[in-house]
């Protein structure tokens, strides 16, 4: 695992080679950091995100922004007015399409494969959070979605962090296919559904029990995700013990990483964007390296 600098005059015009070698070392663990962001945003929309502040950090932890139905939610609706809530919709919606436009070009393997999802925004310092601990972002953990499941599809999150003077302070560890073979087998080991299963499941979405019941939604795939996101934040060994990576990223930079494969940690920082994409199984350049993969070998079995 490396933060590997990619600086502006790299992207000026990159081969398809390049593209491909930017794909393969986000596969396998590395985090891609941008000395100088490649995102363009104005100064006056910086200024309104800096402005803003939740007043209840209990409530949403960010802010999210939904491309495809062009949709804010997390809003403190205590505080914002319909104007300001009409002009972060729309820097947001900015925010998204710059990102996309981007990432376009710099993963071109990517871009016929994959789905964009949510935008956010992160106004609360992280430093010192009263929140849950399955929802706390300063304690390592691997990325999965309990309601949204991807069916092998992987999580792809481009940063940016937007304070004027703070680093945004991450640890990382050792990917997951390195940790996972330490707990899976004997702990929590990844499950083939069973027939019955399967037949209870597809029951379960056809009457509609899907959105009050998000595990009937899941492959035994997202199953393991989401259990083994619990696990790291709830076992203090691995919190304690595992090997730990500090990377802080000063004001004006942008970095990306596969969140569903490093364990990561957000320890301190305010003020920060984020565009999320799925990325299928199909567009990975090496998909054997993939989570997927690595649990399928475990489990010797389909997952999805």
């Not at 663990?29 to 995102?39: A, N």
């Not at 919709?89 to 710099?106: C, D, G, N, P, W």
Request: aromatic fraction near 10%.
């Amino acid at each position: 695992m490396a933060v590997l600098p990619i600086s502006l005059e790299a992207l000026k015009s990159p081969s398809a080679e390049q593209a491909r070698e930017w794909c393969a070392e986000l596969e396998a663990g590395d985090i891609l950091y941008f000395p100088q962001t490649p995102i363009a945003i104005p100064e006056s929309d910086l200024q309104f995100l800096l402005g803003q502040q939740q007043t209840d950090s209990s409530l949403h932890k960010n802010i999210a922004y939904k491309p495809n139905i062009d949709k804010l939610s997390g809003v403190d609706t205590k505080t914002a007015d319909a104007a300001a809530v009409a002009r972060l919709q729309a820097i947001m919606r900015q925010y998204s399409k710059s990102v996309t436009e981007f990432l376009t070009t710099f993963l071109a393997p990517y871009k016929a494969n994959w789905q964009l999802d949510y935008a956010s925004f992160r106004p609360q310092e992280e430093e010192g959070r009263d929140l849950p601990q399955r929802r706390r972002n300063d304690l390592l953990h691997t990325d999965a979605f309990p309601t949204r499941p991807t069916y092998g599809a992987r999580i792809l999150r481009f940063f940016n962090n937007i304070h004027p003077t703070r680093t945004r302070d991450w640890i990382v560890s050792d990917p997951f296919a390195a940790i996972v073979k330490q707990f899976a087998p004997a702990e929590i080991a990844p499950q083939v559904d069973t027939t019955f299963s399967r037949a209870a499941k597809s029951l379960g979405r056809g009457i509609g029990l899907g959105a009050a019941i998000p595990a009937i939604k899941r492959s035994p795939y997202d199953d393991f995700m989401m259990r083994f996101h619990n696990f790291l934040k709830e076992n203090p060994g691995f919190q304690t013990n595992c090997p730990k990576h500090a990377f802080n990223f000063p004001p004006g930079t942008s970095w990306m990483v596969y969140t569903d494969t490093v364990p990561h940690a957000v320890l301190a920082g305010q003020y920060a964007l984020e565009q999320t994409f799925l990325v299928s199984p199909e567009a990975l350049v090496t998909p054997e390296t993939s989570p997927l993969k690595v649990l399928e070998e475990i489990a010797g079995a389909s997952l999805v």
